[in-house]
């Protein structure tokens, strides 16, 4: 499936025939507002579980890190700090069980969804070139290949998939938005076949530290690249473990011979993660205490809301990590939402996420602990 558009010139200042935004998908958030101004009406106000932005404190560690590197009147460097540098690699390595890395394996980003849209672009992908990705996926995989102007296409088993022309090929375990995890000897079959064929796999981690049915195994684990990186990339994410949304915080772990070129694109590009950013991630990546609270807290949050889900009549599918409970009626999706908005709950729409989820909606744990006790009562009444 080619993402060139097939329509007439729309304007005289695109050569191409097509402008900026005929490349790209409407965006899907906006057909919520009506649904959104329904549940806001309730009279004891919305729950908003439609979008996984952390509503909980900023650890204090972080903040005063944040505060002492207030004073940063020159340009950081797309590189990042040593001490930046040194809190990713020593991350990857204690948490990933990840070996031998070094500097040269490590780049930060101004945030997981700007690599996503970018990556094809910064890769100098085009016509021609393939990207694929899950069938039930993050949304920006395919903006990203739209940008590129390269080709897409979906896949329940990425083995499948003819490698003739795929240059780029994007995992992401724990799944956003079904919660499914990729087992370990998954995930080494696929390395393999993608080495096999030329393929670079990047493979979104953003919620690995969020397992709760299942311990989800990265990329850079030896038991699944054999000791090797090459040909492999992680993405890994502040925003949900660390609630650090806010402050554009991420990074990529993996095969230098990949992350070297990009860094020098990056640096023409100026896509500098800021110097308070970059003191606040390397104290938040030294940290597993704010996580296993974090934890804590969601986990709480996601027994109860499972639990009243459950009791009102939905199934769950998956669900087994993340930030999201993957729930059905076995209805069209938007039934399910307009029911839900009624309720005053907010939920996202399964095929947001790709037709494959026209009946089921994603229910986001990020709320505070009186909004989900909120949700509760409105579903178990």
């Known amino acids: 499936m080619s993402a060139v558009s097939d329509r007439p010139p729309v304007t005289r200042h695109h050569p191409s025939g097509e402008s900026p935004r005929d490349r790209l998908p409407v965006f899907p958030w906006d057909k919520l507002a009506p649904y959104k101004a329904t549940a806001a009406a309730h009279r004891d106000g919305i729950v908003d579980l439609s979008v996984g932005t952390p509503v909980d404190p900023v650890p204090a560690l972080i903040q005063k890190a944040l505060i002492d590197a207030a004073d940063s009147p020159g340009y950081p460097t797309v590189w990042g700090t040593p001490e930046l540098r040194d809190a990713i690699t020593g991350w990857v390595e204690r948490r990933l069980g990840a070996r031998g890395v070094t500097h040269r394996?490590?780049?930060?980003?101004?945030?997981?969804?700007?690599?996503?849209?970018?990556?094809?672009?910064?890769?100098?992908?085009?016509?021609?070139?393939?990207?694929?990705?899950?069938?039930?996926?993050?949304?920006?995989?395919?903006?990203?290949?739209?940008?590129?102007?390269?080709?897409?296409?979906?896949?329940?088993?990425?083995?499948?998939?003819?490698?003739?022309?795929?240059?780029?090929?994007?995992?992401?375990?724990?799944?956003?938005?079904?919660?499914?995890?990729?087992?370990?000897?998954?995930?080494?079959?696929?390395?393999?076949?993608?080495?096999?064929?030329?393929?670079?796999?990047?493979?979104?981690e953003c919620y690995l530290e969020l397992g709760w049915e299942a311990d989800p195994v990265s990329v850079l684990h030896p038991d699944v690249n054999g000791g090797s990186y090459e040909g492999i990339v992680s993405v890994h994410s502040l925003s949900k473990r660390s609630n650090l949304a806010g402050y554009r915080a991420a990074f990529l772990a993996g095969d230098p011979a990949v992350l070297a070129p990009l860094l020098e694109i990056r640096k023409h590009g100026g896509m500098m993660t800021p110097a308070t950013t970059q003191a606040a991630a390397a104290a938040a990546l030294g940290d597993d205490t704010h996580v296993r609270e974090q934890r804590e807290r969601y986990a709480a949050r996601r027994t109860a809301l499972r639990e009243a889900l459950l009791a009102h009549g939905f199934r769950i599918e998956h669900s087994e990590a993340s930030l999201y409970l993957w729930a059905t009626r076995d209805e069209s999706c938007w039934s399910t939402v307009a029911h839900l908005a009624e309720l005053g709950i907010l939920v996202a729409p399964g095929d947001f996420y790709g037709e494959a989820g026209e009946k089921f909606v994603r229910v986001a744990l990020t709320a505070t602990d009186e909004r989900v006790a909120a949700a509760v009562r409105r579903l178990t009444a």
């Open 105 to 204: 394996h490590v780049l930060p980003i101004v945030g997981s969804k700007e690599l996503v849209a970018w990556l094809p672009t910064q890769l100098g992908l085009g016509p021609g070139d393939r990207v694929a990705y899950p069938r039930l996926a993050y949304p920006t995989y395919e903006v990203g290949a739209r940008l590129a102007r390269a080709g897409y296409e979906v896949y329940d088993d990425p083995t499948d998939l003819d490698p003739e022309g795929l240059k780029l090929l994007w995992l992401n375990s724990p799944s956003n938005p079904t919660g499914k995890v990729l087992a370990k000897d998954e995930l080494t079959r696929i390395v393999a076949w993608a080495r096999e064929h030329g393929v670079l796999v990047f493979s979104d």
